[in-house]
């Protein structure tokens, strides 16, 4: 079965500073790959996905994700972060367009001053 | 961009009860999704649905839960009877035909069960 590994439970960065969120997938093929964001008491908001081609994607927010597919990855990152990036972020994987979008248990990112 | 709306936004009912949970997708969207989120846990995939009919439905999904959307208004979620542990918030999502077509979710119904 597929799924979706976030091993970073909470991140704390200072703001300026870099993020990198880290999330490994498990399936066969290339699968379709998102990131979202969910602030407090709020549904969740894409950030970015990646289908194919280019592995570098750009989203929202100057947030940028690269797949790798012999790392089975798709790590996202932010160059300077802002205290409104306080937040948790998913990483979902869906096996096509219609099916079932399957979370990790999110990354929980507090952005000090 | 286009909304998914959810109503009610909360809901307390007593153990035993009936509940319904509404979702109006986004209009051109025939995928309807339901997912389960526990306090401060990830997001739960329930069913999923297309064409009148339950595509994938998860082991959360309960014989106590069912969905329909009837002549093409609200997708809804019901479960009957609710327990205690059906306490989360449930958010539903849609999406289009396209292969690569976007997810987009609602802002969720927060289901209390006593």
């Known amino acids: 079965a597929q799924s979706v590994t976030q091993p970073d439970a909470r991140v704390t960065v200072s703001e300026g500073a870099s993020l990198q969120l880290r999330c490994k997938y498990s399936?066969?093929?290339?699968?379709?790959l998102f990131w979202y964001v969910q602030y407090p008491r709020q549904g969740l908001q894409l950030l970015l996905k990646?289908?194919?081609?280019?592995?570098v994607v750009q989203g929202v927010n100057s947030f940028e994700a690269e797949f790798s597919k012999s790392n089975s990855s798709f790590h996202l990152q932010k160059a300077s972060v802002h205290w409104s990036d306080s937040a948790v972020y998913f990483c979902a994987l869906s096996i096509q367009g219609g099916r079932a979008l399957i979370f990790g248990t999110g990354t929980t990112v507090s952005v000090s001053p | 961009g286009p909304k998914v709306l959810q109503i009610p936004s909360h809901q307390i009912i007593d153990m035993g009860q009936m509940v319904t949970l509404n979702c109006d997708p986004v209009s051109n969207h025939l995928y309807f999704y339901w997912y389960k989120q526990i306090l401060g846990q990830q997001m739960e995939f329930l069913v999923n649905f297309y064409n009148g009919k339950v595509m994938e439905k998860s082991k959360l999904f309960k014989d106590q839960f069912s969905v329909e959307r009837p002549d093409g208004s609200y997708f809804t979620l019901k479960i009957q009877p609710t327990a205690l542990e059906d306490s989360a918030v449930y958010f539903c999502?849609?999406?289009?035909?396209?292969?690569?077509?976007?997810?987009?979710f609602g802002s969720g119904t927060r289901l209390l069960v006593i």
């Open positions: 990646y289908y194919s081609g280019d592995p």
């Open positions: 399936y066969s093929a290339t699968p379709y």
């Open positions: 999502a849609s999406s289009s035909t396209y292969a690569n077509s976007d997810y987009t």
